[in-house]
């Protein structure tokens, strides 16, 4: 399985971001594909996840009702929709996908086999 992730940038505060991930390879065996960040300096964290089999969404408390993941029909694209962004939204962006991933290791990047290159979110003023 190959992952590229692609839409970052540089926007202001309050602006909209899109990105992608674009997935190749056996991406119809994945159970969860989802989103994660990491700011300089700080570790990787979970922001959002897609759950294949019962098609549910699971959000990093911080981003609940501003950003927003889905899967294109034929489950080979990912995006996050990002809204209302806020400063502390910076950091380089990274979709994952795991083949196997239960329930209880969504939010953990343990939980993913699979990992894009990161794309830049920049949000300053």
């Known amino acids: 399985v190959q992952l590229q992730a692609f839409g970052g940038g540089l926007v202001q505060p309050g602006g909209s971001l899109r990105l992608s991930c674009a997935a190749s390879?056996?991406?119809?065996?994945?159970?969860?594909m989802g989103w994660f960040r990491q700011a300089p300096g700080k570790e990787r964290e979970f922001v959002a996840a897609f759950r294949r089999g019962d098609r549910s969404t699971v959000y990093e408390d911080s981003v609940k009702g501003r950003f927003t993941i889905s899967v294109d029909n034929a489950k080979t694209t990912l995006y996050l929709q990002m809204n209302q962004l806020k400063p502390e939204d910076t950091a380089a962006y990274y979709c994952?996908?795991?083949?196997?991933?239960?329930?209880?290791?969504?939010?953990?990047?343990?939980?993913?086999?699979?990992w894009g290159q990161g794309t830049q979110v920049t949000v300053s003023s």
């Open positions: 390879g056996r991406t119809f065996r994945n159970s969860a």
């Open positions: 994952a996908q795991g083949m196997r991933t239960i329930a209880s290791m969504t939010r953990n990047r343990a939980g993913y086999d699979y």
